[in-house]
């Protein structure tokens, strides 16, 4: 997370060299990473509940905008406004962080989708798996192929495994 603290701290800190705004997200995100450690080796033996994780985080971000921007001053990049240069930085790495995680569900939803069915003893009865073009193939629990499904507007065709037209229906959306 260095590089992209890097450049949202010389973005927001232009006067900054980038070997200063690389020294202090490095100094900062060091400092953050010993603390989330700290913390997960003491909820490990303490028993904290998970409930706290969030908050914790919260706190460790606030912190770690406060060390960035403390770190800041002493190159003369004073605080702007009511938000200091390191609470843009932690916010912008925040934000950077929400695209990267929606493009990875973008990116995922579109490769293949398995699926398991289980019993009520737990016993796997059948699997199915989609794939990128949407075609649905359904497994019996041995893993042969008993069906295959495609999806075109509201309307599925069924076809059993030697290909062949078996149903289709429509669902109203």
Known sequence: MSVPATAFLKFFARPLTWGQAFTISILCFAITTALVAVYYFVKATTGIASSVDGSATIAILI???VLITRRARAYDIDKARWLGVGGKTILALIAFSWVLVGLYMLINAASAQDRTFYNLSGKVVGRSSTDS?????????SGKVISRETRSGNTTTIYDPAGRNVGRYTTNR
């Open 63 to 65: 912190l770690t905008g």
């Open 133 to 141: 073009q949407g075609t649905t193939t359904n497994y019996d629990a």
